[in-house]
């Protein structure tokens, strides 16, 4: 069965294949978005990756018949991890999240339309 504790160590497994610079709290351009030149910081899965890569799981986990409470994607912990993760990238990088939330899920809205559409024969 998999659980809230599973769907972490998937997140933080997928963080080495990040793109995204995330800045520790002790880096110089903390707070910037485009560092003026290198640093040692971590790249990182973007928080709006992982939002909404949970987003989809957890549809596809409930589309296929698994109960809502029951959803390790929609535990307590994920939803807890995930707002970690947006809080601290958002000063780590500078940004605020909120309006790209809203575009990331009106394009998560229609691709899924359009996968729909074209496996419905
Ligand atoms: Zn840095």
Redo the contacts with the bound molecule.
């Keep these: 069965m998999c659980t809230g504790a599973h769907v972490l160590e998937f997140l933080r497994y997928l963080d080495q294949f990040g793109k995204t ?1 995330v ?2 709290q002790t ?4 707070g910037l978005p485009n ?1 003026p030149a290198p ?3 971590p790249l990182r899965q973007a928080w709006g990756s992982l939002d909404a890569l949970i987003g989809r799981l957890r549809a596809a986990y409930e589309e296929h018949g698994g109960r809502p409470e029951g959803n390790p994607f929609g535990a307590r912990s994920v939803r807890f991890y995930l707002r970690e993760v947006r809080d601290f990238q958002a000063k780590a990088r500078g940004v605020s999240y909120d309006k790209k939330r809203k575009e990331a899920q009106t394009k998560s809205r229609s691709s899924r339309r359009r996968r729909r559409s074209s496996s419905s024969s």
């Design positions: 610079k800045h520790n880096c110089p351009f903390f560092p640093c040692p910081c």
